[in-house]
């Protein structure tokens, strides 16, 4: 029924390639995206489709179609803080990489708002094209949700797509509890600094901290049983400048990730405790801050299901397959946690015997991925109804 849409975005495949290298040397972080915006807007014009920004200007949403009922497509446009190492031609140069695919997203849904304007008049309702930012830092839903963007005209459903570097081209995963819930946290000790040739003059954060980081590991070890499915990982230890001073302070930052709320609950406290009480213990002083607090990502069953038979239609060579469940998390779960969502996961694996998996500085994605992606934003619009 939809074939013709994955043969439009088969013939764009050489324009796909174009924006997305593009984008790949421009990687910006969090809610600060000027270059990364202003390509998008420039393409929206070109393709006569009306926008707005929100978010300081950070945020574009594009509309096509009419009705009363009204779809929102969601591409993250966000990079993260690391030096890339993948080698490529087009890698960024700026200090930033798009280890996570966004790029790819991005380009993806410039591809089906191309293809979706050209068909306009076949659109069964509204259509907002949502690029985002924030989402590596789990504050971009909320910060466009805080300004409206299930309004006006009200959202009835949302989809988001995210491209995956070690699952095959061709494969295309979903599922109903699809992603982790996410609490990031940063916890700040307090010690004494001193001489590091006196260390009884003061005290020691980092011993401290690594304290702390080795209770939070026996945390998940010994309080939690193995098929819950909880991961605690910190992701930054830092602390002074030489070698022969012991600091004042110590920080680390980490993130929780589970899909009972239950035992979330449980383990902010006991993280709390936690920490608390082995400052205590060394005579130091400490706090917890809250960086995100994003739910699990739970999609809809039946909405799932009318997908999987427009993507089947589109293409029956793709390989759709059900039971998606990963403990990796997405701010797209705040849209789902409001309206139905479906959230599909396509496979983006480059034929090479070496594999890097997302947020690894060498991670590569198949280009071959970008008129599948294309497709399936369009598809879906396309069959909404």
């Known amino acids: 029924m939809y074939s013709s849409i994955y043969t439009e975005s088969t013939v764009m495949y050489n324009e796909l390639i174009e924006w997305r290298r593009e984008l790949h040397k421009i990687p910006e972080l969090g809610l600060e995206l000027p270059q990364t915006v202003s390509f998008v807007r420039k393409k929206l014009t070109e393709f006569g489709i009306p926008f707005e920004t929100k978010v300081n200007g950070n945020c574009v949403i594009g509309y096509v179609g009419s009705g009363d009922r009204c779809l929102l497509l969601r591409a993250d446009m966000d990079g993260l803080p690391m030096r890339e190492e993948s080698h490529l031609s087009f890698a960024s140069?700026?200090?930033?990489?798009?280890?996570?695919?966004?790029d790819i997203h991005t380009t993806a849904l410039l591809g089906a708002a191309k293809i979706l304007k050209k068909h306009e008049k076949e659109l069964k309702g509204k259509i907002k094209l949502l690029f985002q930012p924030g989402e590596e830092t789990f504050g971009g839903a909320q910060a466009v949700m805080s300004e409206g963007v299930l309004e006006n005209p009200k959202v009835?459903?949302?989809?988001a797509t995210h491209v995956a570097s070690v699952i095959p081209v061709g494969t295309i995963?979903?599922?109903?509890?699809?992603?982790?819930?996410?609490?990031?946290?940063?916890?700040?000790?307090?010690?004494?600094?001193t001489h590091g040739a006196m260390p009884q003059n003061g005290v020691d954060p980092i011993n401290v901290g690594v304290h702390i980081y080795q209770a939070l590991q026996e945390l998940i070890a010994r309080e939690c049983a193995p098929d819950k499915e909880v991961t605690l990982t910190i992701g930054q230890f830092s602390s002074g400048t030489?070698?022969?001073?012991?600091?004042?302070?110590?920080?680390?930052?980490?993130?929780?990730?589970?899909?009972?709320?239950?035992?979330?609950?449980?383990?902010?406290?006991?993280?709390?405790?936690?920490?608390?009480?082995?400052?205590?213990?060394f005579h130091a002083e400490s706090k917890i801050d809250t960086l995100t607090d994003t739910p699990v990502l739970c999609c809809d069953e039946k909405r799932n299901e009318e997908i999987v038979k427009a993507l089947e239609s589109m293409n029956p060579e793709f390989n759709i397959v059900s039971g998606l469940h990963i403990t990796a998390s997405d701010d797209f779960a705040i849209f789902a946690n409001k309206i139905p969502s479906s959230y599909f996961v396509i496979g983006a694996k480059e034929d090479s015997d070496t594999i890097y998996a997302h947020h690894n500085p060498k991670v590569c994605f198949n280009e071959q991925v970008l008129p599948i992606e294309t497709a399936a934003y369009a598809c879906v619009a396309m069959d909404w109804e």
């Not at 140069?93 to 966004?102: I, P, Y």
């Not at 009835?156 to 989809?159: E, G, K």
Request: charged share 15%; net charge positive.
């Open 93 to 102: 140069q700026n200090g930033n990489m798009h280890a996570c695919g966004h």
């Open 156 to 159: 009835d459903s949302a989809f």
């Open 173 to 193: 995963a979903y599922g109903t509890l699809t992603a982790a819930s996410i609490w990031g946290f940063k916890i700040t000790i307090t010690g004494k600094g």
């Open 242 to 281: 030489v070698g022969n001073i012991i600091p004042e302070t110590a920080v680390l930052q980490g993130t929780l990730r589970t899909f009972n709320s239950e035992i979330k609950q449980y383990l902010i406290t006991r993280i709390n405790e936690i920490v608390k009480n082995i400052s205590s213990a």
